[in-house]
């Protein structure tokens, strides 16, 4: 009587593991399956905006947004960096709701970077070259 004990405990014990596997595993409803996963927007490459000072925009690129709205962050972020510390100035606290980082790289006569700028699933990439 007591090997039968055993194996019905042992039974019970799979049973209750796959009870519990399956409670927790059902919340997730399928989320390994490529239709959970969100839709990734790839980058695209947009127009160049006319810089507004002396310089150049290099590239701008969007992802989950329009060119549109790469165009109106890359303006804004220029108007913010000249209004805190001027052409060698940085954008403290982000442009049009989106958060703001640089990459750069300057020489006496220039300042080349690279602005990433993200809003939730949007994302805004610019680089210039701007002459100080």
Request: aromatic share 8%; glycine share 10%.
């Amino acid at each position: 009587m007591t090997g039968r004990s055993k194996r019905t405990s042992r039974a019970e014990w799979y049973l209750r593991a796959a009870v519990l596997l399956a409670a927790v595993t059902a919340p997730l409803g399928g989320a390994c399956g490529a239709s959970a996963k969100p839709t990734a927007h790839p980058p695209r490459t947009c127009p160049l905006p006319t810089y507004p000072g002396l310089g150049y925009f290099t590239s701008l690129s969007v992802s989950g947004t329009t060119c549109a709205t790469g165009k109106k962050v890359a303006i804004a972020y220029y108007h913010c960096r000249l209004k805190h510390g001027g052409v060698k100035g940085r954008c403290p606290g982000g442009v049009l709701g989106f958060r703001c980082s640089v990459v750069s790289d300057s020489i006496p006569t220039e300042i080349d970077a690279r602005v990433t700028c993200t809003y939730k699933h949007e994302t805004v990439v610019h680089t210039y070259q701007q002459d100080t």
